[in-house]
């Protein structure tokens, strides 16, 4: 059997990727999985958040489990690891080394940023013997994720409190995740990254005379806009990325999806060479609330039946649970079936 | 030669990229600064049309920068940005470079040379001197030679005669320091072999309390043995400290002084807390107080124990359990100077592994309590030990404290320093830095405390060319209950050591003057800090010497000479100690009476 990797990344800081990471684990081994292979493009594991010094959930891991982590993290970790390959990523706090867990207890997991990195570092979890690998995001990144199989998304009120917004947001985000793949025999111009009106200029020249553009890198949501916004009159196009993720870099991504909906009604088509199957959607009604008296933060929640019902209300394709009030079961189901 | 493009995110904050900027083209490196406050799309553009190896981003973090920097790095990712990005500014961290995806993250304290080995691809070595931290000579590059050769002739006839006269008498203390040293071997007891050879010689020669405990067990009254509990959770807590430790170095540019700290809370495990907060924080070298009763105690216990008041027991298991508490450049003084077992704890803190120790006969006698021909036969045989063990001592002048003019306690210090000198030892002179009662009296600090401070240096200095370690600690008597006077008034103590050019120094932690008890951590870390702060400020700038300070460095030498001359008229050392020549009644010193009548002539 395939070793699937499962990214899980959030909305925002504190909309409970971690948390979500951590249900999604104790399923994988109720479901029988030994040998659980874990890593993260940022950094997690310490007892309270840099920004609001609110308390953290923490990663545990069992004896067994495969794990590429900074060096910095070995030592300062309490489960035991052992190293078993020390990888050349450099990152802030040393380089990544692919252990084993010796003894259980909790971990602090630093791992690669990029996404060729994490290409790296998945393959190697997968040659030691992981059954099922998890990579845990950071604050809102998304970029390395491509990289695996298949992304949870973790929104909640800590991106916003106004419902409307969160579910708009959540739901455009899925929309250009399933942009839809481009096919390979196509005659494809390639153009690089398409970063101010100069470059727009050449992709348009680019699109007069191809039927298909693959820009290698991104677009900034400004050009792609104004794109959207030309009388083009061109006929039919394909614009491809690489992937779902260089567009969702882009930014706004109620914009962005908006902007790829007025393009194809100009008979442009957006898609990507590589898809990043959206798995599931994780809600979390806490979210930290400043206080500007003492200048500190409080954990403050929102309405979460409501919070849910509006997401479900909104997000009919792609399941959705609040994990602390649901549990992960139900979810874990869905994951593994569309998996 | 790599190429560099330099990016302030921010509208304003750009200094640390321009000094970067400096440093790598002096490097040899090709750099683009751009100007401050472009779009990241712009920022990433330039860098793959520039074809750079290195971006370097800085930005001061705000509401929402976390983000838009995490973005940044996504951005560069799918773009395909080959170069490796660095992050920098004063809230980050490596931590948070790690979160928000940057090869690097270069916060408050980066040195240029952190960000050229960044951009060389070179593993930089976080200041060599941290990560190995030796531990340092105090006593190195000192002569012992004397400038003042006056003085020298008298100090020459005094520690003669004294050495001679303790030569030809003995003590309890004498006889103990002569079992430990033949009859207690440290890797046999470490090993739980018996010494019941050893311990029983022993027991015949110390006093009644200790006696007892070889006997029938009996501890100290105020002392307690640890328990197992108490005992794993230390080994707990020092795995669990020692795998964290990273020290800071306190002294910046300087090569000296070395810093002390001290310790001696009555319990071995919080003392253990403390060496580690002081070890962790930057001192160079820990000192071991002991109980005052230790002082008037016949022989030294044994056991893992804890004392319920101020002073840590001095035992081979206390000691033991101490030193392999300590970071391998920990510099270690166990203090043996003043009482009924000076030399028999320079026997066991050498057999132990400790590197320094303090001896000073003209004090105990004079200050603590100690009858000055007992603690002449006494201190000499320490002397000898230390010499025999390579052991550095400190000749402290403590007796100012109780009002004895400086000059008087220096002649004392020198005597005592000389005697070790004859004797092939390595004393260090321990001047205290302090607002003594002379001085109150004197007014020699009415308007500073540096003038006087300064020629008490400068009198040393025109005497002989020996180590200077003042403490002890300095700024004694300067200090409040206020924490923030207490750690300035050190800091600006620890300056002027530096200034002056000292090799050591003690400091206090701020709530010394005032703790009553066990000092506190937080305390320790104020004066740790408040001297690398001072240590940053001056760096090696010199102080201009005063008139006064001038004038006063010949007075003392002048009246260090006349005391030695009194010392010699007198003939006998332990004569000129019991007429008050180093130090009288009316100054406030009055010889000691433990250990009367237990010196016998061989």
């Not at chain 1, 104790?26 to 920004?51: P, W």
């Not at chain 1, 080394?97 to 990029?114: F, K, M, N, T, Y």
């Amino acid at each position: 059997m395939k070793t699937l990797s499962i990214g899980v990344a959030g909305t925002a800081k504190n909309t409970g990727k971690t948390t979500t990471l951590l249900a999604l684990i104790d399923c994988a081994r109720a479901d029988g999985f030994k040998k659980i292979g874990l890593t993260s493009i940022g950094y997690d594991g310490e007892y309270r958040d840099n920004v609001t010094g609110l308390a953290k959930p923490r990663v545990f891991v069992r004896e067994g489990d495969i794990v590429a982590v900074s060096e910095g993290c070995i030592k300062l970790s309490e489960a035991e690891l052992l190293p078993l390959e020390r990888l050349d990523i450099q990152t802030p706090l040393g380089k990544i080394a692919v252990c084993s867990v010796r003894r259980e207890g909790l971990l602090l997991v630093a791992g690669p940023s990029r996404k060729k990195e994490l290409k790296t570092v998945i393959e190697r979890l997968k040659a030691y013997g992981a059954e099922l690998i998890f990579v845990d995001g950071a604050l809102s990144r998304i970029v390395p994720m491509s990289e695996t199989d298949g992304l949870v998304l973790a929104t909640g009120a800590a991106l916003t409190t106004n419902f409307e917004s969160l579910c708009q947001n959540s739901a455009a985000i899925l929309d250009v995740l399933s942009c839809g793949l481009s096919g390979a025999d196509e005659n494809i111009l390639r153009l690089g990254s398409v970063f101010d009106a100069d470059d727009l200029l050449k992709l348009m020249a680019a699109l007069r005379e191809n039927e298909s553009v693959q820009i290698d890198g991104i677009i900034a949501l400004e050009q792609l806009v104004s794109l959207s916004e030309q009388e083009l009159n061109i006929g039919k196009k394909t614009l491809i990325f690489s992937d779902p993720t260089s567009l969702l870099v882009s930014g706004d991504s109620i914009l962005l999806s908006r902007t790829i909906k007025e393009l194809s009604k100009q008979k442009i088509a957006v898609k990507t060479r590589r898809a990043l199957k959206p798995l599931a959607l994780t809600v979390n009604p806490y979210h930290p609330k400043y206080l500007p008296e003492s200048q500190s933060y409080e954990a403050a929640y929102v309405d979460k039946i409501e919070l849910i019902k509006s997401v479900r209300k909104a997000i009919k394709n792609t399941p959705s649970a609040d994990i602390i009030a649901e549990g992960a079961r139900d979810l874990w189901s869905e994951i593994m079936r569309v998996l | 030669m790599k190429k560099v493009l330099l990016a302030p995110v921010d509208p304003v904050h750009d200094i640390a990229l321009k000094m970067i900027n400096r440093t790598l083209k002096e490097a040899g490196h090709e750099t683009i600064l751009l100007p401050p406050d472009l779009p990241s799309e712009q920022i990433i553009k330039t860098a793959i049309n520039e074809r750079v190896d290195v971006v370097f981003l800085s930005r001061t973090l705000g509401y929402g920068v976390a983000e838009l920097l995490a973005r940044f790095a996504d951005m560069a990712d799918a773009a395909g940005l080959k170069a490796k990005i660095a992050i920098g500014g004063m809230a980050i961290r490596p931590q948070m470079a790690q979160e928000l995806g940057f090869a690097a993250g270069f916060g408050p304290g980066t040195t240029m040379e952190e960000t050229l080995a960044f951009v060389e691809d070179r593993p930089y070595i976080k200041d060599l001197s941290v990560q190995q931290k030796k531990r340092k000579d105090i006593t190195g590059g000192h002569s012992y030679e004397y400038k003042n050769k006056r003085i020298e002739a008298l100090l020459d006839k005094i520690a003669t005669q004294a050495i001679a006269w303790a030569n030809s008498h003995t003590s309890p203390a004498v006889k103990r320091a002569a079992a430990r040293e033949e009859l207690w071997n440290a890797d046999k007891w470490r090993a739980y072999e018996d010494m019941s050879v050893f311990t029983n010689e022993y027991a015949a020669l110390c006093g009644d309390g200790v006696r007892a405990f070889y006997e029938k067990g009996e501890l100290h009254p105020k002392t307690r043995r640890f328990t197992k509990s108490d005992v794993e959770d230390l080994e707990k807590y020092l795995r669990r400290t020692k795998k964290h430790m990273q020290p800071i170095t306190i002294q910046h540019t300087l090569k000296k002084p070395v810093i002390f700290n001290q310790y001696g809370t009555g319990c071995p495990y919080m003392d253990i807390t403390h060496i580690k907060v002081s070890e962790g924080w930057g001192a160079d070298g820990v000192v071991h107080f002991d109980p005052s009763w230790g002082a008037r105690t016949e022989g030294l216990y044994d056991g893992f124990i804890t004392h319920k008041e101020d002073g840590t027991v001095i035992t081979p298991a206390n000691l033991n359990r101490i030193y392999s508490s300590l970071e391998p450049g920990t510099l270690w003084q166990v203090r043996a100077h003043r009482g009924l077992n000076t030399p028999e704890t320079v026997v066991l803190a050498a057999k132990i592994g400790a590197h320094l120790t303090k001896i000073n006969i003209c004090y105990g006698s004079l200050g603590a309590g100690t009858d000055p021909a007992r603690m002449t036969v006494d201190g000499v045989s320490s002397i000898k030990y230390a010499a025999k063990y390579g052991l550095p001592f400190d000749v402290v002048t403590n007796e100012e404290l109780c009002g004895v003019p400086a000059f008087k306690a220096f002649a004392g210090m020198l005597a005592v320093s000389h005697i070790g000198k004859l004797l092939g030892a390595r004393p260090v002179l321990q001047p205290l830095f302090c607002y003594s009662p002379e001085v109150m009296i004197g007014g020699q600090m009415a308007d500073n405390y540096v003038d006087f401070n300064t020629a008490k240096i400068l009198a040393l200095r025109e005497i002989i060319d020996a180590p200077i370690w003042p403490g002890a600690p300095i700024g004694f008597l300067t200090q409040t209950e206020d924490r923030v006077q207490s750690s300035t008034s050190t800091a600006l103590h620890s300056g002027l050591a530096a200034m002056l050019g000292v090799d050591a120094i003690s400091i206090a932690s701020a709530d010394e003057a005032y703790s009553g008890g066990p000092i506190t951590v937080p305390s320790k870390v104020d004066t740790l800090r408040s001297t690398a702060e001072a240590f940053r400020f001056f760096g090696n700038s010199k102080l201009e010497i005063s008139k006064n300070a001038e004038l006063w460095t010949d007075q003392l030498v002048e009246q260090i000479e006349g005391v030695l001359q009194e010392a010699v008229n007198t003939g006998d050392f332990v004569e000129a100690l019991n007429k008050g020549v180093f130090g009288n009644t009316e100054d406030g010193a009055y010889p000691g009476r433990a250990g009367r009548g237990t010196v016998e002539r061989l």
